[in-house]
């Protein structure tokens, strides 16, 4: 299994623009999870999914968009771009099954906005 | 609402030492899950340890052991025989084990960042 996947590692927006970080999981993982990681933070969650077609509000949700149209992806939208997203944005995934729903991450996606 | 809090932001050992890492977290819960995850430099969150709360038995693995206090909402990581390899970025983390709680969140503390020295 590749476990989690994101692409792209890295990339730079002008304020404005807008792009989708992609995330693919071929574990069969009901959940999946955005999270933003400022520098010196710890992780914030942006949006969740407990499963295809459904999505809930993390923490920090605003300037963002999600969707869950199969179980493998859960993209993340990003709208208007603002310096304020310049972060590391990793996905996530478990499984209902494990007992403590431990989740496995992806590398990670550097995004600076200028 | 669960919070977690880490109040060491870095901390250094000497190679083949000990240290310990803190963590302390506040619930209202009687069940949940404790993670340690760690961040190297790759940026990649390794899972470490877990521990759930219902064992009174600390979770251990390999030179990685807990010190589990529930009453105190204590939640500390020991690194046995540090290596340079453990360098990195340590979150405790807070997950509830309620089957009702369908808002499936793990709460992240800021990060202890450990030092090796060689």
């Known amino acids: ?114 | 609402a669960q919070t977690v809090t880490q109040s060491q932001p870095e901390m250094s050992v000497q190679e083949a030492e000990t240290v310990t890492l803190s963590c302390t977290y506040d619930t209202s819960e009687s069940d949940y899950y404790l993670f340690w995850y760690k961040q190297p430099p790759s940026r990649q969150m390794i899972l470490v340890i877990r521990q759930e709360a219902y064992k009174q038995q600390n979770a251990t693995e390999n030179r990685f052991s807990v010190n589990f206090q529930k009453a105190a909402k204590s939640f500390s990581l020991k690194i046995s025989d540090s290596q340079l390899g453990d360098a990195a970025m340590y979150f405790c983390a807070y997950r509830s084990a309620s089957r009702m709680n369908r808002d499936d969140k793990i709460i992240f503390g800021k990060g202890t960042r450990l030092h090796i020295l060689p």
């Open chain 1, 1 to 114: 299994n590749a476990g989690v996947t994101q692409t792209p590692k890295f990339r730079i927006l002008k304020i404005g623009q807008s792009m989708t970080l992609q995330c693919t999981q071929d574990m069969n993982h009901n959940y999946m999870y955005w999270y933003r990681q400022d520098p010196g933070m710890g992780l914030k969650l942006i949006y969740y999914s407990v499963g295809a077609g459904i999505t809930d509000k993390g923490e920090v949700p605003n300037g963002y968009n999600v969707s869950r149209s199969t179980t493998e992806d859960f993209p993340l939208r990003l709208e208007l771009a603002a310096p304020s997203q310049t972060s590391v944005y990793f996905c996530a995934s478990s499984y209902l099954g494990l007992a403590s729903h431990e989740q496995y991450f992806g590398p990670g996606t550097r995004l600076t906005v200028t």
